[in-house]
């Protein structure tokens, strides 16, 4: 993801954001005062941002102060001007607790804001460190208008105030939000690193005028979502503004690919990744660690494999671990010269493409926008977007949310940094849920009752697809540790004899990809069958590269029209052409084998539904109550005469 989420607490918390989050991440010399120390390290002033702002008499860029900083976020949630405001109260002749309640925004609160980090991807920023300085401006523009978009989506769709007893009452705020900015250039590394802190008050204004707190648990739940808009937003607008165009790049086999700047050599990417280097190599160590540690008897104190959610906290250690310190502030017109001049010396790139980085992205765009069309499919999106969604979520249940972020990437890739058309990523939600889910929400509190919080199954069953992807439960043989000085060898995908790779619980995406292309062919050839001519495959195109795409049928055999020759349920043309090329899904396998398997799980559930269904249209059946009976179909059973679900939202 490209936005973070962190909260912020008064006390030590605080003070860390105050002595180096707003001064670009350095170490404030004490007794030094904000404005000076930024200037001292090479950031700009942080400014005020969010429809909240004129209920406190701020204006949005107005330069954030160090006395705001303190009365908003580190004294509890005060008034800005908290201040001026308890001077004039007891000017007036009030008493001290009087002013004191005057300068304060409601109750008092341990947990201030949060902080949101906003960062573009790696190929959009390389753009801006290494391009010139009008490539440098539009991308901090477009970097600046994603970030208040997305506040104001969170203004408008996600900021809630609980009120009422244990908070079972929730209304949006009716002025807006406050937020202070904060802009950083590089990363730890001393590596060209855009992005901007975004230090979000907890505190909104409910429709009577009276204050209370967020719900922050509501800001984490949808930090995937405003990641996915916030990246949609970004590549459109610096595409548009530059003729460019993204492209999908696997990172990492088996998962989700990213959608990239095209025309930025990957190389550029790893240059910039030295730190992520030294963080692998330290996860593999507290990996290993991880799956052969025992207890005093002797017992696994853990698992023998690493899940995707021990592996995220190790890798959030191995980053601690690895932190380096600060390097000596530099201007951003020195930073660039030196990250120019590093990227020609060591990153393995022809001067002449970095001196021209920006004419070769819009060469690669050329190509891409000649072949690939931006045609948004809502229909497929909907296929799309509930098949990952449900093989992604664990029990294959999930909330509005969960399909609004996926809804988000398939249109980022549908569109290749295109811009599309407001709310088309609610209508593919809305398509989705219509048609390919079932409400299985048992709702025991208000909240639950809330749309956001629904809770959804898809229509299939993709049981039978688990035993080939269960990992290996024998502990990894370890070999010999290198010496200590010696430099981090590079990861390599060969292992050596009697060497094996530390057992993880299989990635889901790959699955997910499987599962949209199964449900694909099986509508394609539904709707076939009623003498109806719709290919899903070519109507992906847009979704797909040039190379994706099945050959075209040559020859008098092909003359025919689509619906009038029999077609086999999997176009296994399509399937290969997918398995052949590198772009967005690399790591699949796709065999026949696995593709008739598919094919046969989901003809089976298919027919599973067929007899319910019939078996609750009969006409003589007067009692049958089929959305009920179909939903509770779905549930898991549970023993004991209580059979309600408690389900953790």
Known sequence: MTVDIRV??????????????????????ARTPLREAQEHAGVPAGRWMGRGLAVLGLTPGEEVTEAQLRNLFGERGRHPYADRIEADRLAKGDSTKTAFKAGALGRQVTVTGVDFVFRPQPTIYLLWALGDEETRRVIEAAHERAIERVLEWIEDEVAVIRYGKDGIYRVRPAGGLVAARFRHYEARSGMPLLHDHLLLSVKGQRLDGTWGSLHTLALHENTVAASALYNELVAAEVCEALGLATEPRTVTAGRRPVMEIAGVPHELIRWTSRRSDQIAACLEDLEHEYVTAVDDGGEPLFLPVVSERARAKLNRIAAKMTRAPKKKARSLAQLRADWKESAIATSGVAVDVINSLLEYARAAAAAIRARVAAVVDVALAAVDVAATVFVMNDGGRFHRRHLLAEARRHLAL???????????????????????????????????????????????????????????????ERQPAAAPDAPAAPRSSDLEPGEREIPRVPLRYERAVLAGAVVREKLRATIAARGQAYDAVARQQAAKPEQLLAPPAVGPEHDQEPEAEPREAIDLTAMRALKESRADIEALDITAERLQHLQEAFIAAADRARKTTNRYTDPEDTHGHPARDYQQAHRPQQSGPHRERHVSH
């Open 414 to 476: 549908v569109l290749r940094g295109r811009r599309r058309e407001p709310g088309l990523d609610d209508r593919i939600v809305a398509a989705a849920i219509s048609t390919y889910c079932v409400d299985i929400s048992e709702p025991k509190t208000l909240r639950g009752l809330e749309s956001g919080y629904r809770l959804y199954t898809a229509r299939w069953s993709l049981a039978d697809l688990e035993p080939d992807l269960r990992p290996s439960t024998t502990a990894p």
């Open 8 to 29: 912020i607490r008064t006390g030590q918390m605080y003070r860390y954001y105050l002595r180096q989050t707003v001064v670009g991440d350095g170490r404030r010399p």
